[in-house]
């Protein structure tokens, strides 16, 4: 009898890919448009003077999920959601994980469910790998939350140890391949609240190409963070410094033009008749 000899090689299972989760809020109603479950992603580069959650900025730590146990979870609020809420994805940086929002994205699209990308484009290069994946992400990404720390880039950089070549870049692209955005400026006194900046600013913010801006959001600083400093032994280096007036806030908004930015009504629900 012929001896047949059988192979027992065997193609090795592919290990779920995992990210790193700081915290999840099941009901956001700030991060995006409608009703939005939100993950916030553990690690960041940047070391935001204003920054209210350091806890956040470790890599490679956090309670670890796959997509498909985000989306499980997920799956179970979808009804309060409505035509307009869904899923947003922040951080820390979320891009710091973008393979995992990648995945994510992809299977919530599959499964119809509007995505939101809340981000401050630190990670942002186009260079290889990151921008093929960049690309894709976009393209799986209904809207973005982009955060614009410092127009001047000095400042940015003495603001959050980064300058914003890169971040300006991402908007850039964004502009070109028409990705909806909402921008959010934190308005902090003696750092970012300045007149010229505050003009240049929304300078910059109208010539975005497209009109692809949907909503500018001035998001007055707050002092909710700095125990955690204090608790995690950090130097807060912004003692001292207050919350900025509501006549500061409105001229903030005058000049960025905040009021010129209505397109995020489309992203709303229809009243009730």
């Not at 609020?77 to 922040?90: E, H, M, N, P, Q």
């Not at 186009?126 to 614009?148: C, H, N, W």
């Not at 204090?230 to 806030?249: F, N, Q, S």
Request: aromatic content about 10%.
């Amino acid at each position: 009898m012929e001896n047949k000899s059988v192979s027992t090689d065997q193609t090795p299972t592919k290990e779920p890919l995992t990210g790193y989760v700081h915290s999840i809020e099941t009901f956001g109603s700030v991060d995006g448009p409608g009703i939005r479950y939100v993950v916030f992603l553990q690690g960041c580069h940047m070391r935001c003077q204003y920054c209210h959650n350091p806890d956040t900025w470790k890599l490679n730590v956090g309670d670890e999920y796959t997509t498909d146990e985000i989306l499980a979870d997920a799956a179970k609020y979808r009804a309060f959601w409505g035509k307009t809420g869904g899923i947003t994805v922040s951080g820390g940086e979320a891009l710091v994980q973008i393979d995992f929002v990648l995945e994510l994205f992809e299977k919530a699209k599959a499964m119809d469910i509007s995505t939101c990308l809340d981000t401050a484009g630190q990670p942002f290069t186009r260079d290889q790998p990151f921008f093929g994946k960049f690309e894709r992400l976009m393209a799986v990404t209904d809207i973005s939350l982009v955060d614009i720390k410092h127009i001047n880039s000095a400042k940015h950089k003495q603001l959050t140890q980064y300058g914003n070549e890169n971040i300006l870049d991402m908007i850039q692209y964004m502009g070109e391949t028409h990705h909806d955005m909402w921008i959010r400026h934190v308005l902090v006194p003696e750092r970012t609240d300045y007149d010229d900046d505050l003009k240049k600013l929304g300078d910059y913010i109208a010539a975005i190409p497209n009109d692809v801006v949907q909503k500018v959001e001035v998001l007055p600083y707050h002092t909710l963070g700095v125990k955690k400093y204090h608790e995690m032994k950090i130097k807060y280096r912004l003692e001292g410094i207050e919350t900025p007036t509501a006549d500061r806030v409105a001229n903030a908004e005058k000049l960025l033009r905040t009021a010129d930015y209505n397109g995020y009504e489309k992203w709303m629900p229809l009243p009730r008749v």
